[in-house]
């Protein structure tokens, strides 16, 4: 699995090649507005199509996103509000975890 934060300027754009076997891609707008090639706007997620075919990105008025790709697999997948997990109760766990992250964030002043 691969994880990168993206930060792009007006016109700037981002060229991703899938890893060798990586057939799985997502993608979390936390700023602007992306085109690939559809819109996706701050706070948005957007799931790719199983592909290994390379993205391309480009901002609207410059945009900043999280983007994932991984190697698709056979297990069934639980989703929740922040990740995703091959069953309910490691969805659980790591969830609470990330409750615990941003409590421990909230309370050192570090998050809003």
Same mark, same amino acid.
Not at 22 to 49: D, I, K, R, Y
Not at 57 to 86: C, I, K, R
Not at 89 to 106: F, M, S
């Given at each position: 699995?691969?994880?990168?934060?993206?930060?792009?300027?007006?016109?700037?754009?981002?060229?991703?090649?899938?890893?060798?076997?990586?057939?799985?891609?997502?993608? #979390?707008?936390?700023?602007? &507005?992306?085109?690939?090639?559809?819109?996706?706007?701050?706070?948005? @997620?957007?799931?790719? *199509? %199983?592909?290994?075919?390379?993205?391309?990105?480009?901002?609207?008025?410059?945009?900043?996103?999280?983007?994932?790709?991984?190697?698709?697999? #056979?297990?069934?997948?639980? &989703?929740?509000?922040?990740?995703?997990?091959?069953?309910?109760?490691? @969805?659980?766990?790591? *969830? %609470?975890?990330?409750?615990?992250?941003?409590?421990?964030?909230?309370?050192?002043?570090?998050?809003?």
């Amino acid at each position: 699995m691969h994880y990168f934060s993206v930060v792009l300027g007006k016109g700037e754009g981002w060229h991703y090649q899938p890893e060798p076997g990586h057939n799985v891609a997502w993608m #979390a707008v936390h700023a602007g &507005t992306v085109q690939v090639p559809a819109s996706v706007a701050s706070g948005e @997620l957007a799931v790719f *199509e %199983a592909s290994q075919a390379p993205i391309d990105f480009f901002p609207a008025e410059g945009g900043a996103f999280v983007f994932g790709s991984a190697l698709s697999h #056979a297990h069934d997948l639980v &989703t929740g509000s922040y990740s995703v997990h091959t069953n309910r109760a490691a @969805l659980q766990r790591g *969830e %609470a975890e990330i409750r615990r992250i941003g409590d421990g964030l909230r309370a050192a002043g570090r998050l809003g």
